[in-house]
């Protein structure tokens, strides 16, 4: 969540010398990056918009729900308005408070916004008559002032406010809206907001606000009268403090502090509550606050109690926001002894929420670990400001100082008591470590030197103590310098080295001050990256191929991993990587294959488009054994499916379109996806890679594949990959329509291992070539690879190109036999070939077809 810190707010602590944009902009160089910087009032007009003050209010002559009120807003004489207000129209009858009200006043020429339009929309106030009366102006409301969406009435404001100023000077603001990123809980507050700007514009810091909560006259105990305190681990509690605050009256909370909220993004809700979310807000610790009388110990006339545990799997609370949740055993719960009152660190109970009625408070201020807040906010989907602010690392530190600020502002906005004791449980106080810190450690990490007492005022404008000492115990830079020993402040729970304190004071100092350095020496020598250059020549040839490149999770399903098993089998779970903490539990693995998501992404594209052509580059995770980290290697796949070619209207009807997708003519097939694979083949420089039948297993990679239509591609007698058709089995499971869907995966690494980046041009022939088709008998098990390759084999050199163009199995080749026809290309570098040159050729590859593979020539 954003904080959101309004610059008036700001200025009660430290008051800034710069412009809401400049200051924006030194906070942002230091680390604190402010998204926006918004304008509230910016645009009131001063004199049309100004404080007013109501003198009376008199019935309308002809409308019972309106009144005219007569405002006095500076000028000589008062003016009269009309109104429907109905915080104004009840006081027809009932008279006004003596001191009248103080109200926003706009005049004739006022741009406000519009209050009855559910849309943000600007008019221009004019003088009208409203049932025959004159009204040249408005006592307006928060939305018509663009401050919240409040129309019910109009907005009052206190009674010192000064009558016929201009209003954007009274209420005007800036607010700035920062992205705290990381563990930086004591940024995350106007306090902490602060403190930064005090160091970097070097104005003193108004430190009084940690002694509102004084301590002077409260005993501290871990067993205070009022109630007990139990913490079951106080590694997800380290502390746990509660206060009591006695004989309040709840009510609204006073202007200056609803406007406080508002600004900073929170909604008012009653005097208790507001407190609670101003403390916290202002010092960032949050807080709740219980009805003590609705606690179960209370209710049975004894002393109750107050256990931080871990909840019960199963166990359910209504939380403040009226919604029934469910808790697992590893979240963690505030329980009275009868049952769960809030979830730690995150949200109160609906049971023990403060109410009109409300006499007794008790205050808790704890402290919560940050992992388990974050893991139980994210899985009950329930982020608030607390859950945010704990998810951060908070420091235990800080509550009793918040607790005690947050009770006596209670006191003093509801007339409540504070009891003067407080209970405290604290198993483990964190000890604060001193860091030596050498300034010359600091100029040889920066590369500039920056004065020692640039350097102490830093630190202690971030409230870090520093004394002196000898470098001679140790330390950067050594020597027995005299150097700095500096301890953090309890909330800086990120500094543990000195390198943390040199970053500490070059952000404030100025990342813009340091001057620019020029390299000395030579630029390093470009070393060409092979993985990366290969795998980016692969992208590059798959897109000219007209594919689109996909990017899935790399944490996938075991159930999908096992569909590729068209025989019922699933993958050991033992040969995955399973995650300790996965955020949904039907992705709880890291891939092995690209193939399933890959799939997954082809059925969503099937519903709005009838072809699908994507490839995926991306990593594989295998374990190893012994290993602290897993085996990581880069993997490709490349599926395609439905029609060949796009729809077209110059193609016919899409009935008809749908008949040649019937008959399996249009359909991509085993043959559209080897053509992919030899483009990438041609693409990358092998030349030596072969075919091979798939193996018949149902297990590795082939077992997804139907196993007459698939293939396994080999090179150097080393396996690439497989591809072909997938088994229906497999493309059923999946979702996939009933068509051939064909995949291709291959080693991504050893293709780049093969692949030749320095390619090796030849030069063309200047003599023609001579084209010839030769036909073969060959044994109907005889692949047609083999015939090919023993063919290029026997004519090399004049044999330039062996191209299968047809395939026959019938009666005239006779029975367990089928006919292969191959285009042949002679040709020489020298010379134009002659008929007996080719005859030559052609002889042996004739005589050795038909000594190693049984071939006869078909005439």
């Given amino acids: 969540m954003a904080l959101r810190v309004p610059l008036k707010w700001l200025a009660e602590y430290v008051e800034p010398t710069l412009s809401p944009e400049e200051l924006a902009e030194r906070l942002t160089v230091a680390g604190l990056e402010v998204e926006s910087v918004e304008s509230i009032g910016g645009d009131w007009d001063p004199e049309t918009i100004v404080v007013g003050h109501v003198r009376s209010v008199a019935p309308h002559p002809d409308a019972d ?30 008279p006004l408070p003596p001191e009248g009200y103080r109200v926003a006043f706009a005049r004739a020429g006022a741009e406000l916004i519009d209050g009855y339009s559910d849309v943000v929309r600007k008019i221009r106030l004019k003088p009208s008559k409203i049932r025959g009366v004159p009204s040249e102006g408005m006592v307006c409301s928060e939305k018509e002032l663009g401050l919240s969406d409040s129309h019910e009435g109009i907005m009052i404001l206190p009674g010192d406010a000064p009558v016929g100023a201009p209003l954007r000077d009274y209420l005007g603001d800036h607010v700035l809206e920062f992205d705290i990123k ?68 709840v009510g609204p909370s006073p202007f200056w502090l609803q406007q406080h909220l508002l600004r900073a993004g929170m909604r008012p809700i009653n005097a208790v509550v507001d407190a609670t ?126 607790g005690l600020r947050c009770a006596h502002l209670i006191a003093e906005l509801c007339g409540g008591k504070v009891r003067a004791e407080y209970g405290d449980l604290y198993p483990a106080p964190r000890a604060q470590e001193q860091i030596m810190l050498d300034p010359v450690f600091i100029t040889r990490l920066l590369g500039m030197e920056i004065p020692r007492a640039d350097i102490i005022r830093i630190l202690e404008a971030l409230e870090f103590s520093v004394t002196t000492g000898s470098s001679g115990q140790g330390g950067p830079g050594g020597g027995g310098r005299e150097v700095l020993l500096v301890t953090p402040p309890s909330h800086r729970l990120d500094i543990s080295m000195p390198a943390d304190l040199v970053e500490e004071v070059a952000r404030i100092y100025g990342y813009d001050r340091m001057p620019e350095t020029r390299m000395a020496d030579e630029i390093p020598p470009q070393r060409r990256n092979t993985r990366l250059d290969g795998t980016e020549r692969v992208r590059d040839i798959l897109t000219g191929c007209g594919l689109d490149e996909i990017i899935t999770y790399s944490i996938v399903s075991l159930e999908d991993a096992g569909r590729l098993y068209p025989g019922g089998g699933s993958p050991p779970a033992e040969e995955y990587l399973s995650l300790l903490n996965p955020l949904a539990a039907d992705r709880a693995h890291l891939r092995r294959r690209l193939l399933p998501e890959a799939l997954n992404t082809a059925r969503n594209n099937l519903r709005f488009s009838r072809r699908v052509g994507i490839f995926e580059v991306g990593a594989l995770f295998h374990p190893a054994p012994g290993e602290k980290l897993p085996r990581e290697t880069p993997g490709l796949c490349v599926l395609l499916t439905g029609p060949r070619t796009p729809e077209h209207w110059q193609e016919g009807s899409s009935s008809g379109g749908k008949a040649e997708a019937q008959n399996g003519g249009g359909l991509y097939d085993f043959f559209d996806i080897k053509g992919v ?14 075919w091979e039948r798939a193996p018949e297993s149902t297990g590795g990679l082939a077992g997804a594949y139907h196993k007459g239509r698939s293939a396994r591609l080999v090179a150097r007698g080393r396996e690439l990959g ?15 329509p009933r068509q051939p869907v064909c995949a291709l995966e291959l080693d991504l690494p050893l293709l780049i291992e093969m692949w030749r980046e320095d390619k090796q041009m030849t030069p063309l022939s200047l003599h023609p070539p001579v084209y010839e088709d030769l036909a073969f008998i060959v044994p109907a098990d005889t692949p047609a690879q083999a015939v090919r390759d023993l063919i290029a084999q026997t004519g090399r050199p004049l044999v330039r190109q062996v191209e299968l163009f047809d395939l ?37 590859i004739i005589k050795r077809l038909e000594h190693e593979l049984e071939a006869r020539l078909r005439a």
């Fill in 182 to 249: 990381g563990s930086f809980a004591h940024l995350m507050c106007v306090y902490g907001i602060a403190r930064e700007t005090a160091a970097l514009t070097g104005r003193p810091l108004d430190r009084s606000i940690m002694e509102k909560g004084s301590r002077e006259g409260v005993s501290i105990s871990a067993d205070p009268s009022f109630i007990r305190l139990e913490i079951e681990d106080p590694a997800l509690c380290p502390r746990y403090t509660a206060l009591l605050i006695e004989g309040i009256r």
């Fill in 277 to 402: 979310n101003y403390v916290m807000l202002e010092l960032g610790q949050p807080l709740h606050a219980f009805d003590y009388h609705k606690l179960r110990g209370v209710k049975s006339g004894e002393k109750p109690l107050i256990r931080v545990r871990r909840a019960a799997a199963g166990e359910k609370m209504k939380t403040l926001d009226d919604v029934e949740r469910t808790f697992d055993d590893q979240m963690q719960l505030i329980t009275d002894g009868g049952g769960p009152v809030a979830i730690a660190g995150v949200m109160g109970g609906l049971e023990s929420e403060i109410s009109e009625v409300t006499t007794h408070v008790l205050l808790e201020t704890a402290n919560f670990e940050f992992l388990n807040t974050r893991r139980t906010s994210q899985l009950l989907k329930l982020r608030t400001e607390a859950s945010d602010r704990f998810g951060k690392r908070l420091d235990p530190g800080l509550c009793l100082d918040a």
């Fill in 722 to 736: 497989v591809l072909g058709e997938l088994h229906p089995g497999v493309a059923d499971s999946f979702g996939l």
């Fill in 808 to 844: 026959y199995e019938g009666g005239q080749v006779g029975q367990g036999r089928k006919s292969l026809a191959f285009a042949l290309t002679y040709q020489a570098d020298d010379r134009t070939l002659t008929d007996n040159e080719v005859g030559k050729v052609r002889g042996k």
């Fill in 65 to 94: 729900r309106l009144c005219l009120v007569a405002v006095d807003y500076g000028a000589d004489a008062p003016l009269t308005v009309v109104t429907g207000a109905p915080n104004l129209v009840r006081h027809i009858n009932d």
């Fill in 677 to 690: 694979a030899e483009a990438l083949l041609e693409g990358l420089e092998i030349t030596d890679a072969a």
